[in-house]
Nanobody
Framework: QVHLVESGGGLVQAGGSLRLSCVAS????????MAWFRQAPGKEREFVAH????????YPASVKDRFAISRDNAKNTMLYLQMNNLKPEDSAVYYC????????????????????WGQGTQVTVSS
C-alpha cells in the first residue's frame, strides 16, 4: 500500500525556518522523481521544488535561494524541504508528490505530472 506522509509544518515568524519531511513507502520511490507543491486558500496548487532520483533539483524563482529540497534513499524514501527566510506569502498547505517514472531525469513542474500525493502539512508564517 502506498503512503506519503508529510510532517514538520507549523507556525513560524517571518524570517524563520522550517524543515518539512515526507516518508514515502509502498513503491520503489528511490527511483521516482519527487516534488513539493503548496496550496494557499483560494489559490491553485503551485510547484515549489523538484528532485530527481540522481538529486538534480529545480525551483521556481519565488523560493529559489531560500528553499532546498533533498532526499534520502534508504529503506523508506525520505523527502525533505528546508525552508529559510520564510515570508507570509509562503503560508500554505505543503504537499509531497511522486511520479512513477523510474530513473527519469526529466523535470516535472505540473501537479498533473504526479500520481502519488501526501495529505499535506500546514505552514503558517506570521508577519
Amino acid at each position: 500500500q502506498v503512503h506519503l506522509v508529510e510532517s514538520g509544518g507549523g507556525l513560524v515568524q517571518a524570517g524563520g525556518s522550517l524543515r518539512l519531511s515526507c516518508v514515502a513507502s509502498g513503491r520503489d520511490f528511490n527511483s521516482y522523481p519527487m516534488a513539493w507543491f503548496r496550496q494557499a486558500p483560494g489559490k491553485e496548487r503551485e510547484f515549489v521544488a523538484h528532485i530527481t532520483w540522481s538529486r538534480q533539483t529545480n525551483y521556481p524563482a519565488s523560493v529559489k535561494d531560500r528553499f532546498a529540497i533533498s532526499r534520502d534513499n534508504a529503506k523508506n524514501t525520505m523527502l525533505y524541504l528546508q525552508m529559510n527566510n520564510l515570508k507570509p506569502e509562503d503560508s500554505a498547505v505543503y504537499y509531497c508528490a511522486a511520479r512513477s517514472s523510474p530513473w527519469s531525469n526529466r523535470i516535472y513542474l505540473n501537479e498533473k505530472d504526479y500520481n502519488y500525493w501526501g495529505q499535506g502539512t500546514q505552514v503558517t508564517v506570521s508577519s
